[in-house]
């Protein structure tokens, strides 16, 4: 049990941290800059992200390695993951206008975009280009997606307190937010650090 315990803590480590989606592969960034105006709705798209990575993951592994490889179809795995994608996000859009309607307000055109949010199909077919079984492919989407979420929340933060901040003129709006992603994804590789 510790066994498990450890690579599963390892695992999430390595993929929020060291290897964040954002802020080391650049997956994902639409989503990052347009929705990380406010901390309330960061979280909201972050739980979101979550769900669908963690998710699209399990049911990706079990597509590819069930249906896709004994029938000799892996050339269309990308397709078929973007239907699955595509499927769990309208899932998520009917829960959250049901359930939540301002945060479904709040977030708007991004929530139908995590459909092609690049993240979500990068950690699928990553997942199966490095041969995860099930509980792998489970466990590197959810610590990508929580890298996603840690990131898209640190950014919100900081975004609603550079609005107070006297910020030069030909650097306010995205290209301060621009600054503030490079500085982070400076500070996250310092996370490197703990994996060597």
């Given amino acids: 049990m510790s066994d498990y315990l450890l690579v599963l803590l390892g695992s999430l480590l390595t993929t929020s941290l060291i290897e964040n989606v954002v802020l080391s592969q650049f997956l994902g960034l639409c989503p990052f800059l347009g929705v990380s105006k406010n901390v309330k709705t960061a979280a909201g798209m972050g ?14 592994s079990v597509l590819y390695s069930a249906v896709l490889i004994p029938l000799d179809l892996t050339y269309l795995r990308t397709i078929v993951f973007i239907l699955v994608i595509a499927a769990l996000v309208q899932l998520v859009e009917m829960a ?13 055109v991004y929530l139908p ?3 092609t949010n ?3 199909l990068g950690v699928a077919l990553t997942n199966v280009d ?3 079984d099930f509980v792998n492919s489970v466990v590197a989407g959810f610590g990508t997606a929580l ?24 650097l306010q709006g995205m290209p301060i937010v621009l600054v503030t992603t490079g500085l982070m994804a400076i500070a996250f590789s310092g996370f490197s650090a703990l994996a060597g």
Avoid: D, Q, W
């Fill in 113 to 115: 975009l995590i459909t």
């Fill in 130 to 132: 490095n041969g995860y």
């Fill in 118 to 120: 690049c993240a979500v």
């Fill in 47 to 60: 739980g979101a992200v979550v769900f669908v990575i963690t998710v699209a993951s399990a049911l990706t």
């Fill in 147 to 170: 890298g996603f979420a840690i990131a898209i929340i640190i950014m919100a933060g900081l975004r609603e307190k550079m609005v107070h901040n006297n910020v030069p003129k030909a």
């Fill in 96 to 108: 959250l206008k049901k359930l939540s309607p301002s945060l479904y307000n709040a977030l708007g």
